[in-house]
């Protein structure tokens, strides 16, 4: 993390934030689920197509991931990990659905849409963007039709998540991290130290979200034996969510609404043909871990890491399985991705 002042990016950042913020504020009083999430990521997506240019300074960015994960991870307990023997079958349930949704989207692209072989897959990956756009521009792809199918995907999930989840009967109320007393200020302190210290750990070996799972881990096993009891406080993990929010949105910053136009349809598509496959995954995981349903669809949802992750804390979802599977949606793209370019790949290389 650079920690260099840079007076525009601090400048981009604070009025970035206010209008996320006034996104939430909006999306609050209209009573939509996950307001602090759903406000902000429509608001500053709809301000970045109309031309402003939006941005989270990466350092504020970082901050908030960590304490995200130092949050949710509160939530772990003996009960939540209880399922940790039986999620062999979930990654096994996970790898065959990715694979399918390539397989699909893939066609769909190619035969509907006008895509070339090589754009489709990287377009229809369900997840892992910068490595999808990296390998784009090594292969000399339209990298621009690439990333708008991308990210219209990752704003639509996390859009359709919290609606998918009251189809499927949880109650998604405006609960941020699980109830309890708050935690002491030094023992807060002191995890921060450490789940920091393991973040870069995590990013020095190209974990994704390396501190936010750094996070997710530290507070876990901190929850799970007990040394730092309680929760944080919302003035600190509202801010954070927002954030999160926020940033969600600004991935349309500087997308034209002709580049949208043009890939719109096919990033709503591969949208619905990935949640479907998700659905259809986790019904029989559900059966098996004895959990509902919608956990195990935010779980394989091939939405953002970071968000979905914060999407399952909003539905209760068992903390540890929800990042296990995200991380592991990652890990194995990464090999299915380059096995399904296949020669592409390897002239790129040469």
Not at 31 to 55: D, E, H, N, R, T
Not at 130 to 146: A, C, E, H, K, R
Not at 163 to 169: D, L, R, T
Not at 245 to 266: D, H
């Amino acid at each position: 993390m650079s920690f260099r002042p840079d007076p525009k990016a601090i400048f981009t950042t604070l009025y970035t934030l206010a209008i996320g913020a006034l996104g939430a504020v909006v999306a609050y009083y209209l009573s939509f689920p996950v307001y602090i999430l759903i406000g902000p990521a429509i608001l500053i997506s709809v301000m970045g197509l109309l031309g402003l240019k939006l941005a989270i300074a990466i350092p504020l960015r970082d901050v908030a991931f960590l304490l995200i994960g130092i949050g949710i991870g509160a939530g772990v307990n003996a009960d939540a990990s209880a399922a940790f023997l039986r999620w062999p079958f979930a990654f096994l349930a996970l790898a065959i659905m990715l694979f399918a949704i390539l397989l699909v989207c893939r066609y769909m692209l190619v035969k509907f849409f006008g895509f070339d072989r090589r754009s489709a897959i990287l377009a229809a990956s369900p997840g892992h963007l910068s490595f999808v756009i990296s390998t784009g521009i090594s292969l000399n792809l339209d990298t621009v039709n690439i990333a708008v199918v991308q990210s219209v995907r990752l704003l639509a999930l996390t859009l359709a998540v919290p609606f998918v989840a009251i189809a499927f009967g949880i109650d998604v109320g405006t609960n941020i991290l699980p109830p309890g007393d708050e935690m002491q200020t030094s023992h807060m302190m002191a995890l921060i130290a450490c789940a920091l210290v393991v973040g870069l750990v995590l990013k020095k070996i190209n974990v994704p979200a390396a501190l936010l799972i750094g996070g997710l881990i530290t507070s876990s096993l901190a929850h799970l034996t007990d040394i730092t009891p309680g929760v944080l406080t919302p003035k600190i993990v509202l801010p954070c969510f927002l954030i999160m929010g926020t940033l969600i949105g600004t991935r349309f910053s500087g997308i034209t609404l002709a580049q949208l136009r043009s890939a719109l349809l096919a990033g709503l598509c591969t949208t619905l043909v990935s949640v479907s496959f998700a659905a259809i995954a986790a019904i029989p995981i559900a059966v098996i871990l004895y959990i509902p349903s919608a956990h195990v669809i935010v779980a394989f949802a091939p939405g953002g890491l970071e968000t979905m992750i914060a999407m399952g804390s909003f539905l209760g979802a068992s903390p540890g399985f929800v990042a296990a599977c995200h991380v592991g949606r990652l890990l194995l793209l990464t090999f299915l991705v380059p096995m399904m370019l296949g020669r592409g790949m390897q002239v790129a290389q040469d």
